[in-house]
T-cell receptor
Framework: GAVVSQHPSRVICKSGTSVKIECRSL??????MFWYRQFPKQSLMLMAT?????????EQGVEKDKFLINHASLTLSTLTVTSAHPEDSSFYIC?????????FGEGSWLTVV | GDSVTQMEGPVTLSEEAFLTINCTYT??????LFWYVQYPGEGLQLLLK?????DKGSNKGFEATYRKETTSFHLEKGSVQVSDSAVYFC??????????????FGKGTKLTVNP
């Protein structure tokens, strides 16, 4: 069964609104989770590292004020896309490590209209 | 920086055909190499991995050999099945850059296997 769960799998939001995506580790604690984004026909790109109890670490070129990451517990990280624009439409996916194995969530398709 | 270049898709094959998906990489350190698979509607799953030169990763009939001299990690399967239809991602993790859990991905190759 799933080890990392992501929700929602698909979401459509209006331009200018905010949308939250959740990433949960189901039966283990994850002090670190990672958020990736994939534009059509592009690679999965690391956006940020989510650290439990502290600020997220963002990759170069990712706006931290636009992509808010909260890792308030050892099993949950959330990514909030604020003031969404159509160009934010993308596939977002999270990952967490258990032991030496990296597990990915199912991914979330965001469409901003 | 590190990068992964993967064969562009889509790839369409008949059942029992031979599959090769090419993957080459550039890395400043000595990376671990991975193939991930994403079945329709599902998340990424690790298919196989190799952590040092000449290692061969294998799983579900798929194989890939870590070739340091050619910086390649090509995915192969001798006889594909319809159930292998998915998107395949080549990826690397460079220990020298720290954060071994961070992955650099190729663009993905969509494979469709027809009966």
């Amino acid at each position: 069964g799933a080890v990392v769960s992501q929700h929602p799998s698909r979401v459509i939001c209006k331009s200018g609104t905010s949308v939250k995506i959740e990433c949960r580790s189901l039966d283990f604690q994850a002090t670190t989770m990672f958020w990736y984004r994939q534009f059509p026909k592009q690679s999965l790109m690391l956006m940020a590292t989510s650290n439990e109890g502290s600020k997220a670490t963002y990759e170069q070129g990712v706006e931290k004020d636009k992509f808010l990451i909260n890792h308030a517990s050892l099993t949950l990280s959330t990514l909030t896309v604020t003031s969404a624009h159509p160009e934010d439409s993308s596939f977002y996916i999270c990952s967490a490590s258990r032991g030496n194995t990296i597990y990915f969530g199912e991914g979330s398709w965001l469409t901003v209209v | 920086g590190d990068s992964v270049t993967q064969m562009e898709g889509p790839v369409t094959l008949s059942e029992e055909a031979f599959l090769t998906i090419n993957c080459t990489y550039t890395a400043t350190g000595y990376p671990s190499l991975f193939w991930y698979v994403q079945y329709p509607g599902e998340g990424l799953q690790l298919l196989l991995k190799a952590t040092k030169a000449d290692d061969k990763g294998s799983n579900k009939g798929f194989e890939a050999t870590y070739r340091k001299e050619t910086t390649s990690f090509h995915l192969e399967k001798g006889s594909v099945q319809v159930s292998d239809s998915a998107v395949y991602f080549c990826a690397l993790s460079d220990m020298e850059q720290g954060g071994s859990e961070k992955l650099v991905f190729g663009k993905g190759t969509k494979l469709t296997v027809n009966p």
